[in-house]
């Protein structure tokens, strides 16, 4: 049975880098100690901040600890597979390195041309779909230069649909999608002027969820840039929860009535007169708490089904780590087989070579005691052989002596 479980996810943080968290959770019944997370990411992708090791140190039972990376993407990113590997020592000092499994990281900046819609549709659009919310305040900049830069930011890119003047500000709808995937991006933005303050409320709704960071993070990033540049200053972002109300306000109260009781405009001297803006106060508290109530829904079945995703995650885990596990003892069952066998077979080997060197070596001595024999019989051969021929020459210089001794005594007695 694993002793832990491993749980990711990540978000798009504002200029694109993504912060990627690795949560171990101790299941076992004991501490598991030098917990380290090291990352395993495609470099040609991402830029890491910091190490790719993470020391989580000991973790008690039931208690989760989270490794947090953040990766800057060198370009746009869709479906790039980030994974890991969690290394720690058991209860019984035994060391395991379970893997993650890989985690697939979106994180896209569309590339965008206009899309030419009426508002009806631009409204229409906007009760489906994916949302994010931004929300940024300035201060030293009037609203009219902070709505010029907003459609310097989006010109070419973002069809202007609509501008609404509210009190103290404007509202912007604008409407884009992607080359080639035909995905759309609505862009509803609100700046106000607030105490002095500047506020930029920013909407973005589309079709698919996973290029909507990346087209609010490059707007946003773009219009700091022009506001920064006319010596203006950024003095704070606006909380997530305020965004979605203040838009919700601003553009419900700015709703105008659809259908046939719209409301009539009049063209004079080139300027726009609204003669009757109908609006219901309760029936828009009504959608709204109905929109509201669907998007919580919504959130819901997402919040579900990332769950029940985890969930699924994990077993398959769980049963990768198992099979894994199986697979190791297996791999390592073989592979000390293979190590006996070797062994054994390099024992026998060394028998023989060693049979065969003391062969040989026995060979060698008997073939020089052989040789050495031969030798000194050839040495005594030699030997006796001078020695008798010595003998003879001898025996024959005898011979002769006494012949000449011979016949030097019969010469004497004549």
Known sequence: MADIEIKRGYEVLPGNNVRFGIRVINTSDSAISDVEVILDYNKSFFDLEGSKIRELGTIPPDVPQT???????????HKAEIGAMVSYRDHRWKKRTPEMQPKEVHCVCPFLKEKSITRAEFLTL????????????FEGIMVDKVVDFLHHTCKNRLYRVDEIPIENGAIL??????????????????????????????????????????FLNEILDNLRHLVLSAEAREIGI???????????????????????????????????????????????RRETKERRAREEGERKERESARQEEEERDAREESEKRERGEQEKLRREGEERKRKEKEEQERIRREEAEKKEREQKAKSEQEKKAREEAERRKKEEDERRRRGEEGRKAKE??????KKRASREEARLRL
């Open 173 to 214: 709808y604008l409407a884009g999608d992607t080359l080639g995937e035909k995905v759309y991006y609505l862009l509803t933005a609100v700046v106000k002027e607030y105490e002095g303050v500047t506020q930029v409320f920013l909407r973005a709704n589309s079709d698919k969820s996973h290029g909507l960071n990346g």
């Open 67 to 77: 490794a947090k990376f953040v990766l800057k993407p060198r370009g746009c990113i």
């Open 126 to 137: 906007l009760d489906s779909g994916y949302l994010e919310e931004r929300g940024v305040n």
């Open 238 to 284: 606006i909380k997530k929860e305020q965004v979605i109300n203040i838009i919700d306000s601003v553009v419900q109260r700015t709703m105008f009535a659809g259908g046939e009781s719209a409301a009539s405009v009049n063209i004079k001297d080139s300027v726009v007169q609204r003669t009757e803006i109908k609006e219901d106060a309760e029936k828009q």
């Open 396 to 401: 024959a210089a005898e011979q002769r002596e």
